[in-house]
């Protein structure tokens, strides 16, 4: 099983430059989320989708914004580039609702420079 | 806001040596808290899952606590080896769909 997929890897950006990271995933979760780790930070959640259709700011959503394509996909969106959002970003997912089943399984991560 | 907090920020220990790595968070109304694994340049691996009405959960050498009442988790990691090295992460679930999550613990077992 693939579980969750991130692309690309790794990017260099320009300050006001564009990019879309995308996130899919095949274990048929309801649950989608978009993280930045920064060092001595931890995670801090950027946006979340509860469902298909459905998306939500969390802690730090400024610069960022975030389509919920259909159920397996999830994308992030930085429209205009600051150094700030230099960081590690990663896409989760887990099944809604289900007492017992609520593991986090996370992609492998973006590692975003932005000049 | 939420707070998790992780101390030590870093451990290093010999091979073979018991530890405990600390999680604290300042609400007590969780819903769950699970301890991750994280390698390096990698994603985070799920260790453990503990809902609120649970105290402890183990999965081999590994066992974790919860004390809801002073807010604190703690793992437990038995017979450490060297490939247990890694950051260690707590994520506390409050509201229905987000997780806070410690800056995590990062350990080296030494051979």
């Known amino acids: 099983n693939a579980g969750v997929t991130q692309t690309p890897k790794f990017q260099v950006l320009k300050t006001g430059q564009s990019m879309t990271l995308q996130c899919a995933q095949d274990?048929?979760?309801?649950?989608m989320y978009w993280y930045r780790q920064d060092p001595g930070m931890g995670l801090r959640l950027i946006y979340y989708?509860?469902?298909?259709?459905?998306?939500d700011k969390g802690e730090v959503p400024n610069g960022y914004n975030v389509s919920r394509l259909n159920k397996r996909e999830f994308s992030l969106r930085l429209e205009s580039a600051a150094p700030s959002q230099t960081s590690v970003y990663f896409c989760?997912?887990?099944?809604?609702?289900?007492?017992?089943?609520?593991?986090?399984?996370f992609g492998s991560g973006t590692q975003l420079s932005v000049l | 806001k939420q707070e998790v907090t992780q101390i030590p920020a870093a451990l290093s220990v010999p091979e073979g040596e018991n530890l405990v790595l600390n999680c604290s968070f300042t609400d007590s109304a969780i819903y769950n808290l699970q301890w991750f694994r994280q390698d390096p340049g990698k994603g985070l691996t799920s260790l453990l899952l503990i809902q609120s009405s649970q105290r402890e959960q183990t999965s081999g050498r590994l066992n974790a606590s919860l004390d809801k009442s002073s807010g604190r988790s703690t793992l437990y990691i038995a017979a450490s080896q060297p490939g247990d090295s890694a950051t260690y992460l707590c994520?506390?679930?409050?509201?229905?769909?987000?997780?806070?999550f410690g800056s995590g613990t990062k350990l080296n077992v030494k051979p």
């Open positions: 989708s509860a469902s298909e259709g459905t998306t």
């Open positions: 274990m048929n979760h309801n649950s």
């Open positions: 994520a506390v679930k409050y509201n229905f769909n987000k997780f806070y």
């Open positions: 989760a997912s887990k099944l809604q609702g289900t007492i017992g089943n609520e593991k986090l399984f």
